[in-house]
């Protein structure tokens, strides 16, 4: 199995997260995407499932899809701006 990399996540909602910066909006956002997520078609393909569920029947040892989130320009520098507004300070 190909990890799949070409296709870019344009915003927090796209992977079921929250923009720290728009939290309420962002929410309800996330919740609407995830519910209208079809597990076969978006998430994991039959193809992909039928090989993992005949693998687990033979008690062979499986090997998991494998699941990048590649963030686009503009989702990465707010994911590094909320790292720094929220992210805790070094203790030590």
Request: hydrophobic content about 40%.
């Amino acid at each position: 199995m190909e990890l799949e990399v070409d296709n870019e996540v344009e915003s927090f909602e796209e992977v079921a997260m929250t923009n720290p910066f728009k939290t309420r909006k962002s929410l309800e956002k996330a919740l609407s995407t995830v519910e209208n997520y079809s597990f076969t078609t978006q998430v994991y393909s039959h193809s992909i499932m039928e090989a993992i569920l005949e693998s687990i029947a033979k008690k062979s040892s499986i090997q998991p899809p494998k699941t990048i989130f590649v963030p686009s320009r503009g989702l990465l520098r707010t994911i590094i701006r909320a790292a720094i507004k929220f992210g805790k300070k070094d203790s030590a």
